[in-house]
C-alpha cells in the first residue's frame, strides 16, 4: 500500500506546478504540526537541544516551518524525477558559486560535492548530474520497490548512483583521481567503524570520514552545495560553498569537525529547510544515555 501511495504521489508531482505541489506541502506540514506523530516529537527535540537559546515561542515556530518544508520535500519530488530533466532543471532559478566548480575542473583537480540534508538536496543533484556528469554515493532505499525508479530518475541527466560498499567506494575515488565530480551527503550518520564523534550544534554526533579521507588521499576540491527552496514555489536558488581548508587536515577529527562546522553555518542560515526530522543523534558515546526516547 505505502508503494502505491508514494506512486500516486509521485507522478501527480510530475503534472501539478510547483507552486501548488508546496502549498499541498505547506497544508501537509501545518497539520503535521498539530496532531502527535514522530516526526513532530523528533524535530522538536532536536530544534530544543541545537538551539537553546531561543524562546520557546520561537522553538515552537521553528517546528512548525520545518515541517512544512519536509512535507515540500515529498510533495515536490515527482516534479524533479519525472519530468524531462530540462524542464526540471528550469525550476532552478539561479545558482551562484557555481565558479568554484569549475576553477577546480580546469586545473584538472576531482571535486567533491558536499550536500547536506538542506533545503532541495534532490533538485542540488540533479544540477551536478545535468552539468558535471557526477558519480553519487548513495544508500539503497527501504521501500525496495522504488529503487529502480529513483535510480532512473537520478541519473537521467548524466549521473551514475553507486552504493556504499566497497565497490561503490572504489568507484568514488577512480572518479576523483582522474578528475572527475562525485557527490555525497556530509551529514548521515555512518556505519558502525566508519566515523568519529566531533560536534555538531555543540552535540557529539557520529560523523563520516569518508569525506575528509577521499580530499585528503586524492587532492579534490571540497564544495558545498544546498538549495533554497524560494518562498510560494517560485523555485530554487542553487548556493555552492567553499569549504574550510581544514576538511583536507591529515588529522580526521580535525577534518570531520570542519565539515560539520561547515554544514552548521549553513543551517543556521535557513534552519527552517533543515531535514530535523532525520535522527542525527541516535548513535551516542560510550555511557551517554539514549538522545531519543520513542
Not at 515527482?78 to 530533466?85: E, Q, S, T
Not at 561503490?168 to 583521481?177: P, T, W
Not at 586524492?218 to 538549495?227: H, I, L, N, Q
Request: include cysteine.
Amino acid at each position: 500500500m505505502k508503494y502505491y501511495l508514494v506512486l500516486v504521489i509521485l507522478h501527480l508531482g510530475a503534472w501539478l506546478p510547483l507552486p501548488l505541489l508546496h502549498a499541498i506541502g505547506h497544508f501537509t506540514g501545518s497539520f503535521l504540526g498539530i496532531i502527535p506523530n514522530r516526526l513532530r516529537s523528533t524535530t522538536l527535540r532536536h530544534i530544543q537541544a541545537c538551539f537553546p537559546e531561543m524562546r520557546r515561542s520561537a522553538q515552537r515556530q521553528l517546528v512548525r516551518d520545518s515541517l512544512i518544508e519536509a512535507a515540500k520535500t515529498l510533495t515536490e519530488t515527482g516534479a524533479l524525477w519525472l519530468r524531462p530533466a530540462e524542464r526540471s532543471l528550469q525550476l532552478i532559478r539561479k545558482v551562484d558559486g557555481r565558479e568554484q566548480v569549475d576553477a577546480a575542473q580546469q586545473k584538472g583537480s576531482g571535486v567533491i560535492l558536499a550536500t547536506p540534508h538542506l533545503g532541495c538536496w534532490e533538485a542540488a543533484g540533479l544540477y551536478g548530474a545535468a552539468r558535471f556528469q557526477m558519480t553519487c554515493l548513495y544508500r539503497p532505499l527501504r521501500l525496495g520497490k522504488l529503487e529502480g525508479l529513483v535510480r532512473q530518475a537520478r541519473e537521467r541527466p548524466g549521473a551514475h548512483y553507486v552504493t556504499t560498499s566497497a565497490a561503490g567506494i572504489r568507484a568514488l575515488y577512480r572518479m576523483l583521481e582522474e578528475g572527475g565530480t562525485t557527490a555525497m551527503l556530509p551529514d548521515q550518520e555512518p556505519r558502525a567503524g566508519n566515523g568519529l564523534f566531533v560536534p555538531f550544534f555543540g552535540i557529539p554526533a557520529w560523523s563520516g570520514v569518508l569525506l575528509a579521507r577521499m580530499a585528503r588521499r586524492t587532492g579534490a576540491t571540497v564544495v558545498f552545495a544546498w538549495c533554497e527552496r524560494l518562498p510560494r514555489g517560485h523555485g530554487y536558488h542553487l548556493h555552492f560553498r567553499e569549504a574550510p581548508e581544514e576538511i583536507a587536515s591529515p588529522d580526521l577529527a580535525v577534518a570531520t569537525r570542519a565539515m560539520n562546522a561547515a554544514v552548521e553555518q549553513m543551517v543556521r542560515e535557513c534552519p527552517q529547510q533543515y531535514q530535523w526530522a532525520y535522527r542525527r543523534f541516535k548513535h551516542r558515546p560510550d555511557g551517554e544515555p539514549p538522545f531519543y526516547t520513542d
